[in-house]
């Protein structure tokens, strides 16, 4: 059965028109196909869906790099270093999504320029922008009366009040960051892991840095309607780090860390739908059992198969 208090929140949203004669084949389902059918009767179910999948699928990607180059901290920071561009969004009754693309893109500029040819280590760049930030954040939200209400979807997500104008943004967005990904793959590799042979080839790798700075940046910006500013970090790193311990090729690891991130989306929003909890925390956690599943079990050093061979 499903959760009756979550159908009566949204018992006025549209359900979707089914075609007569898909509708007569589904008529009678079994209990399983009416478990996995019930849910995308609403058309706010089914703008959630697509939401989650597309950031799941980005923030898997992106997180490859994050966790490959020991980032983690980075998208914890960038997640609640936009904190400042949402407030002065609301105080300025403008769009909160342009406030907090505003403000993740000059965090993420000013962590490069500040590391630029090595004045200060990236992670302690990381780590004072983070603090400055998020005390701004909080001392501008503190002058707000109501955000406790107002910004608790910024901070927390709300995936099943995605718009289809919200859905458009998503995806236009987030296929911008893939495409960019793709286009720069192999510049990316080599900065990435080979600082010497990016010198030798004379790529422009302060940049390439700051382009992925800012990739990452839009990613959690993207990510916020879906999960909000407390999991966006999580979002990055769980998938990528679950498709690390299978595999040490980075296109490999991608493409494991994109199903992953899409799989637990979708079962994430299913779990909310049916037990009435957070979206994105059911995502989140999702994610992690994929974690503990392949940290316990995978055939190359999952921590069970140690016990067994030593």
Not at 45 to 62: D, T
Not at 94 to 112: D, M, R, Y
Request: with cysteine; hydrophobic share 60%; aromatic share 8%.
């Amino acid at each position: 059965m499903v959760n009756a208090r979550f159908c009566s929140q949204h018992s006025k949203i549209p359900k979707v028109q089914v075609p007569f004669l898909l509708k007569s084949k589904i008529a009678a389902p079994s209990s399983n196909m009416a478990f996995l059918l019930d849910p995308l009767q609403y058309s706010f179910m089914l703008r959630a869906l697509l939401a989650s999948v597309i950031v799941g699928v980005l923030c898997a990607v992106m997180g490859t790099y994050v966790v490959l180059r020991g980032m983690a901290f980075l998208g914890d920071a960038l997640a609640h270093a936009i904190l400042p561009g949402v407030a002065i969004a609301y105080l300025l009754h403008g769009n909160l999504l342009v406030g907090a693309l505003v403000a993740a893109i000059v965090i993420a500029l000013s962590i490069g320029l500040f590391s630029k040819e090595g004045a200060i280590r990236e992670d302690t760049a990381i780590g004072i922008l983070f603090a400055a930030a998020l005390s701004l954040g909080i001392a501008l939200i503190s002058t707000i009366k109501t955000y406790a209400v107002d910004l608790s979807h910024i901070l927390f997500g709300n995936v099943l009040g995605v718009s289809s104008l919200d859905l458009w943004l998503t995806a236009g967005l987030g296929f911008l960051i893939l495409l960019t990904v793709v286009m720069l793959y192999k510049p990316f590799l080599v900065i990435s892991f080979d600082p010497v042979l990016a010198a030798t080839m004379r790529l422009p790798a302060a940049l390439l840095r700051n382009l992925m700075l800012i990739l990452l940046a839009l990613t959690v910006v993207v990510s916020l309607q879906t999960v909000g500013v407390g999991l966006a970090a999580a979002m990055l790193v769980t998938p990528a780090a679950t498709a690390y311990l299978l595999t040490r090729r980075l296109i490999s690891m991608m493409l494991i860390s994109a199903a992953l991130g899409a799989l637990s989306s979708i079962i994430g929003l299913y779990l909310s739908y049916y037990i009435n909890i957070v979206s994105g925390s059911a995502i989140v956690l999702t994610a992690t059992a994929f974690f503990l599943i392949a940290f316990l079990f995978n055939p190359r050093q999952g921590l069970l198969r140690q016990r067994k061979t030593s």
